[in-house]
């Protein structure tokens, strides 16, 4: 594997990023209904979209948003989204995003981080608990509240 590099999502990436492919069964997982239910309260100014490269090719996504105000803890500093290709899961890109993630809310200020996930066979909960998210609570809608220190 080439070296990743995380980059702003933009008009030149954002078709790739749309068409990244998952594993079969992980299309589910891909948008908790806690943040469907939560999108109206996503403050555009705070969203965080970037894509991961290997070398030239697009191999990932991730959209963190930053709302210093919300309400709601899970949506302070929050992953929203995140989807690595199905040919290049299980090398590293799932936890690079994170941690630039991380890095750049700790740059914000933020001692915690969070992510709202639905448990399940073929779901996100080993992925999250490997780079060091614990379990802190469930959101109203019956999904896992992870949270990893900064
Ligand atoms: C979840 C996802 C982003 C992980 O990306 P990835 O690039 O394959 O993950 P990594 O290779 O960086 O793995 C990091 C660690 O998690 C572990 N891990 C990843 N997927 C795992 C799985 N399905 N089961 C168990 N462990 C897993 C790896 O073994 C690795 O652990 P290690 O570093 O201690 O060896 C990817 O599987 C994906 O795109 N899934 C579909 C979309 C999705 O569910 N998104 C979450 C929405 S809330």
Redesign the pocket.
Known sequence: MAELRIEELTAGTISAANSLT??PG?EA????ATYTDAEQQLDPAGSWPRVIRDGDEVV?YIMGAFDQDAPQEYLRAA?W????AAE??????????IEAFADEARTRGFSRAT???ASGD???G??FE??GFRVVGQTPFGENLGALEL
Not at 29 to 32: K, N, Q, R, S
Not at 88 to 97: L, S
């Open positions: 998952l594993k992980q997982f891909l948008e908790p990932g992953i989204r995140i989807n690595v290049a899961q299980g090398r590293g890109v799932g936890r690079f995003a992510v709202v996930w073929g779901g996100p080993a992925f490997s780079v």
